[in-house]
């Protein structure tokens, strides 16, 4: 059984004009270990989606089931106890100004009314887990973004939570900043066998540190499944958007392209899509030693995810065309994607 179970959930809100469907017959499966993306623009419901996992808000029907427990149906003792084993860090940070560090990641054990010195052994365990060992008096104000999240990840920790929720966490830092968090939250997944659920608009954060994806847009679940799929095939249009973010050849490639289609017009240019195995294998010096046709790379990357890695080469293919066909058949037996841009 799946950790985290959603089943035809529906969120409706009252708004002056009726009800507003924040999230509609949603269902999906998240399983213990899992860096689960949930990636959609403003407005696509992703934030009340993740509200829904820790009874911030309840459904309007469909069933949540977090670790066998239904959350629509717990009282309200049940569910504060529930929580406890849910942290959330947030796009802002969310800390206390007039508290140092310290006393930041022990206000969950504070509430939860934990004796003060097994607070604060637990509050400096968490400051070396998320390298901030010896600041533990500073305030927030003397802290850069990049480690007042790493405070916030710190106290969301405190009470050795099981799952943790991440609702646009990186959104408000730097991209240097911002790897460097998603490098913590994964030491995190793999130390402490944490489940994530990771909201974000950001293709970039999916890619780096999520094995699943979910693609939302306007409350439902479009598309979903392994990242490196989604990334070597997406279905949806919207889905496609947020993959051009990582693949989308910049604007001198594509002039470079126009002036080798007037050059050789009788050429091929396709984009040839890798994963796994085959993204570091020599497929494209196998094509030409074994058939009659010359290969021009235009413009390629090669991008490691958490499951592996992933490319695209955008290639020109001269020769016979007869000896192009052949060449394009041993790249799909090679399992390699093909998308053809121009045939000559």
């Known amino acids: 059984m799946a950790l985290i179970e959603l089943r035809h959930v529906k969120k409706e809100f009252s708004g002056k004009n009726g009800k507003i469907t924040a999230v509609n017959d949603v269902s999906l499966d998240i399983e213990q270990g899992d860096i689960y993306g949930i990636v959609g623009y403003s407005g696509a419901g992703k934030s009340t989606l993740v509200r829904l996992l820790n009874g911030l808000e309840l459904p309007s029907s469909g069933e949540v089931i977090v670790q066998e427990n239904n959350v629509a149906t717990m009282n309200n003792a049940q569910l504060r106890y529930f929580r406890k084993k849910i942290g959330m860090i ?47 008096k500073a305030y927030p ?53 944490l489940t994530i659920v ?57 002039e470079l392209l126009q002036e080798l289609i007037v050059e050789n017009p009788n050429g091929l240019i396709a984009t040839l899509q890798f994963k796994g195995d085959n993204a570091n294998e020599p497929i494209i010096s196998q094509a030409i030693r074994k058939f009659l046709i010359d290969i021009n790379v235009v413009q390629g990357q090669v991008q490691q995810a958490k499951e592996g890695a992933f490319g695209s080469l955008t290639v020109m293919i001269t020769g016979e065309k007869s000896e192009i066909e052949k060449a394009l058949s041993f790249f799909k037996e090679n399992e390699v994607g093909l998308e053809v841009i121009h045939r000559g």
């Open 90 to 136: 947030f796009q802002h940070f969310n800390l206390l100004w007039s508290r140092t560090i310290l006393e930041n990641i022990m206000l969950p054990l504070e509430l939860a009314g934990v004796p003060k010195s097994e607070r604060e052994k637990r509050a400096e365990e968490l400051l070396v887990l998320v390298g901030l060992e010896g600041r533990g």
């Open 141 to 193: 104000s003397q802290l850069s973004g990049g480690q007042k999240q790493r405070v916030g990840i710190a106290r969301a920790l405190a009470n050795s939570p099981e799952i943790l929720l991440c609702d646009e966490a990186t959104s408000a830092l730097d991209p240097q900043t911002t790897d460097e968090v998603l490098d913590l939250l994964l030491e995190i997944n793999e130390k402490l066998g």
């Open 198 to 254: 990771l909201i974000t608009h950001e293709m970039h954060v999916i890619r780096k540190i999520c094995n699943k994806v979910a693609v939302m847009e306007l409350g439902d679940i479009v598309e979903e499944g392994n990242v490196i799929e989604v990334f070597k095939n997406p279905q949806e249009e919207v889905t496609k958007r947020f993959v051009q973010q990582e693949l989308e050849p910049e604007e001198d490639t594509k």
